[in-house]
């Protein structure tokens, strides 16, 4: 197999190097990844802005490189340019250092770097520790759940699928931790938007804010990773609404 690996906690994140070393042990593993932090990007991409990439040292046996770009760029330069000639089979992006659940996806880099893989026609997956902790201990524990997943999912994996998998692993991470496929929930903050005023009519708002426990049990993956289950969330790759598309027409025209 080759393996393309991507995140957006950028090249020098303890999951992203967790996961590579974890993948060679089921092929040719490629790192293409931001230099820095860029979270919260979702779908940005850096159009006729020259991208910088600097090879760089993961593992002996992984060929890597950093790029001064968002993850969806990572995921068109790395596919479309650095390694233009492999023919990849698999795309994971992550592990990412804080949870990627419910409506948290129209934002996430990590999940959109999924979906840019799944537009290069690669099975992808996306990939977040709900935990803000550097743990090395709980990447290995996810490394080994995500094998352990992997084992399987192999098998079945269909390289025509129109979706991407988004999974979480809850903060307590142990062997014992099930999976739950799940539904897209929604994920509510109370928003906190900080002003500083730095001149006359010149301010500064810094966006920030607390997610809203959700209480109703479900089948979403917001309940469920507070159940402690590990969620699988396929997400599907359109923002085309086919149950209107009908209605439109017939009460438009």
């Known amino acids: 197999m080759n393996i393309f690996i991507t995140n957006d906690d950028g090249i ?53 490189y950093s790029l001064a770009g968002s993850p969806t760029d990572c995921v068109k330069v790395g596919i479309e340019g ?29 999940v959109s770097a999924a979906l840019e893989g799944l537009y290069q ?13 550097d743990d090395s201990n709980a990447y290995e524990l996810i490394c080994d759940k995500f094998r352990e997943f992997l084992n399987g999912y192999l098998k079945n994996m ?13 903060e307590k991470i142990g062997v014992d931790n099930e999976f739950a496929v799940t ?16 001149g006359i009519d010149i301010h500064e708002f810094t966006i920030g804010g607390e997610p809203i426990a959700v209480n109703e049990a479900s089948d979403n993956d917001v309940w469920m990773i507070q159940e402690n289950k590990i969620t699988i969330t396929p997400i599907y790759n359109s923002l085309y ?6 209605y439109l027409k017939s009460n438009l025209f």
């Open 183 to 198: 539904s897209l929930g929604r994920r509510d903050y109370n928003n906190v938007i900080l002003k500083r005023d730095l």
């Open 82 to 110: 650095i390694f233009k000639e492999v023919e990849f089979d698999l795309l994971l992006s992550g592990i990412n250092r804080g949870p990627n659940l419910g409506s948290d996806v129209f934002y996430s880099g990590t």
């Open 12 to 64: 020098e994140a303890i999951g992203i190097q967790a996961l590579a070393k974890t993948m060679a042990e089921f092929g040719k593993v490629y790192v293409v990844a931001p230099d820095k932090e860029y979270s919260g990007m979702s779908r940005s991409i850096s159009i006729r802005k020259p991208l910088t990439a600097k090879k760089y040292h993961i593992a002996d046996d992984i060929v890597s």
């Open 121 to 133: 026609n690669i099975p992808s997956i996306a990939l977040s520790n709900c935990s803000f902790e």
């Open 241 to 246: 609404s086919h149950t209107h598309f009908e």
């Open 158 to 170: 269909d390289k025509q699928q129109e979706f991407i998998l988004n999974i979480n692993f809850p």
